[in-house]
């Protein structure tokens, strides 16, 4: 059993930066992929970055390449989405998630799942 808690997440202007941070509790993530996904209001929940359980692979949706970083800290138990110019488009909720398959840019191959932290970006 994992509980993800993100946070991080605000209102920031087009153009800006915001970092998010998904802690980990009741189990390592070293164990675990980790992947972050969004949701906007009336649209399906997306995927956004995952990085594997080994830390040497990231993936990232053509959306967000090139502006979003995702890492991870398995001594913090917490992974990382460093979010750069970032888009009015880009307003959701972020998700955190982990998983110990290889399916990693589908929601269903997550296991545990935090409650969201809100990201606002104004134009």
């Known amino acids: 059993q994992v509980q993800l808690v993100e946070s991080g997440g605000g209102l920031v202007q087009a153009g800006g930066s915001l970092r998010l941070s998904c802690a980990a509790s009741g189990s390592t993530i070293s164990s675990y992929s980790m992947g972050w996904f969004r949701q906007a209001p009336g649209k399906e929940r997306e995927f956004v970055s995952v990085i594997l359980w080994s830390g040497s692979n990231t993936y990232y949706a053509d959306s967000v390449k090139g502006r979003f970083t995702i890492s991870r800290d398995n001594a913090k138990n917490t992974v990382y989405l460093q979010m750069n110019s970032l888009k009015p488009e880009d307003t959701a909720v972020y998700y955190c998630?982990?998983?110990?398959?290889?399916?990693?840019?589908?929601?269903?191959?997550?296991?545990?799942w935090g409650q969201g932290t809100q990201v606002t970006v104004s134009s």
């Open positions: 998630a982990a998983s110990s398959r290889t399916a990693l840019t589908i929601s269903d191959s997550y296991d545990y």
